[in-house]
């Protein structure tokens, strides 16, 4: 069994990427919660995820009781929301104070990864959601000061896909998500952004770096709103459960909706008596690399005039996009 | 990766660094984000670094499961153009 990686194929004419081809090679592992227990899959899904495994987590356990048509008492979503914070903020520090820094090598930013470490252990140790608050209320106050990367200079993109509109569970559940939808999920037709920049767009700031084009930097930004935003709301409990909801589709269909920091996660189960009948995962990487999503429309036409400015666009682009695996880039000449 | 699929420590290295088996080949990741990792030990790695330790029957559940089930879950991807 592979890890799962994204293979982006650049085609470069010498002046610029012409085009690009994303093989994507993510498993898709909703096959392996078919016939199990529904009671079981929650626990599955954390055995299965190594990354965003508290969203799934929660995405498959409000999964299960949508399908069973059960109510959800008050703050319930409060609670199965404050991990999916919690780790959305530890991803977002990994983001900003690591992969950044290691893509952008300048000696003078090296990767932060000893205060990176230091965060996510004082983020685990918080015992419940006051002592959360509190650590994350120290986060806002140290991210206020610290150095964080600029992603440099952009030349000006073509074709950019829509932001995907966070929309709550019931209208996903409207919807009829097919196998195809998992691996190529798009609205109306139309293929779309997720994740922070989705999310943040309104916010003034990021309005004006779109409108400047300056896509890559604006999804940075995003990012760091969304750091601050979260580590806010886990002092104000009703906040966080805008991250996350769940409808039932029918009788024993369930479907839940969840904000990852990668961007909306959707789950549907069906139920077969109380067992798994079939299950589909919605990630965001299916989005945002999509073959003809994001990545794909952005790079196309970057100006590059060698092979190393061609490599540096497509990797900065994609690290933007935030993928939940490992991605490589090669060469077809043109 | 996305996946839990749990690689374990055959060397610790200097610098916070170990060197992991993925599948019988040897890579080097950091364990600057976890704690008290020992030879023997099982990691869950993320683009070079390992994000969680898991303990020895955790892990060989996990990777039963992989097992038993990769082909499954790992069909030849299809190739998307632009």
């Known amino acids: 069994m592979h890890e799962g990686s994204l293979d982006l194929a650049l085609t470069w004419d010498g002046k610029r990427i012409v085009a690009a081809t994303v093989v994507s090679k993510r498993p898709q592992v909703a096959s392996l919660l078919r016939g199990l227990p529904a009671a079981a899959v929650s626990d599955r899904v954390l055995q299965l995820f190594g990354i965003c495994r508290q969203a799934q987590?929660?995405?498959?356990?409000l999964c299960v009781r949508s399908?069973?048509?059960?109510?959800?008492?008050?703050?319930a979503l409060d609670e199965l929301a404050l991990p999916v914070a919690l780790e959305t903020i530890s991803e977002h520090l990994c983001h900003l104070l690591i992969a950044w820094p290691s893509l952008l090598a300048d000696p003078s930013r090296p990767p932060r990864v000893a205060d990176c470490g230091d965060w996510r252990r004082r983020l685990r140790a918080a015992a419940d959601r006051r002592s959360a608050a509190a650590v994350a209320a120290d986060l806002v106050g140290w991210l206020g000061e610290a150095d964080l990367p600029s992603p440099g200079d952009e030349s000006p993109h073509g074709a950019v896909a829509p932001l995907l509109p966070l929309l709550?569970?019931?209208?996903?559940?409207?919807?009829?998500?097919?196998?195809?939808?998992?691996?190529?999920?798009?609205?109306?037709?139309?293929?779309?952004?997720?994740?922070?920049?989705?999310?943040?767009a309104g916010a003034a700031a990021i309005t004006r770096l779109l409108a400047a084009g300056r896509r890559i930097e604006a999804r940075l930004r995003a990012r760091l709103l969304e750091l601050h935003s979260l580590a806010a709301a886990l002092a104000d409990p009703p906040r966080l459960s805008a991250l996350l909801d769940a409808r039932p589709v029918r009788a024993d269909?369930?479907?839940?909706?969840?904000?990852?920091?990668?961007?909306?996660?959707?789950?549907?189960?069906?139920?077969?008596?109380?067992?798994?009948?079939?299950?589909?995962?919605?990630?965001?990487?299916?989005?945002?690399?999509?073959?003809?999503?994001?990545?794909?429309?952005?790079?196309?036409?970057?100006?590059a005039d060698s092979r190393r400015a061609a490599r540096f666009a497509a990797e900065r682009l994609a690290?933007?996009?935030d993928p939940c695996v490992p991605f490589s880039c090669s060469f077809v000449d043109a | 990766m996305c996946l839990a699929l749990p690689c374990r420590v055959v060397e610790l290295l200097p610098g916070e660094q170990a060197t992991v088996d993925v599948d019988g080949v040897g890579r080097r990741v950091s364990l600057a984000l976890v704690d008290e990792v020992a030879v023997g030990d099982y990691v869950i790695v993320h683009v070079g670094y390992a994000l969680t330790r898991l303990d020895a029957d955790e892990a060989l559940k996990t990777l039963a499961l992989f097992a038993e089930l990769g082909q499954a879950a790992a069909p030849e991807p299809p190739a998307w153009s632009a």
């Open chain 1, 57 to 61: 987590a929660a995405a498959a356990a």
């Open chain 1, 67 to 75: 399908a069973r048509g059960e109510r959800l008492a008050p703050g």
């Open chain 1, 168 to 200: 709550p569970a019931a209208e996903w559940a409207c919807m009829e998500l097919m196998e195809d939808f998992a691996l190529r999920p798009n609205l109306a037709g139309e293929v779309a952004e997720t994740g922070t920049l989705a999310r943040q």
């Open chain 1, 253 to 303: 269909v369930g479907l839940a909706r969840v904000e990852t920091a990668r961007g909306t996660l959707l789950h549907r189960l069906d139920l077969a008596g109380d067992g798994v009948g079939h299950y589909l995962i919605v990630s965001p990487t299916e989005w945002n690399f999509h073959p003809q999503g994001p990545f794909v429309r952005e790079i196309g036409g970057c100006p």
């Open chain 1, 319 to 321: 690290l933007s996009l």
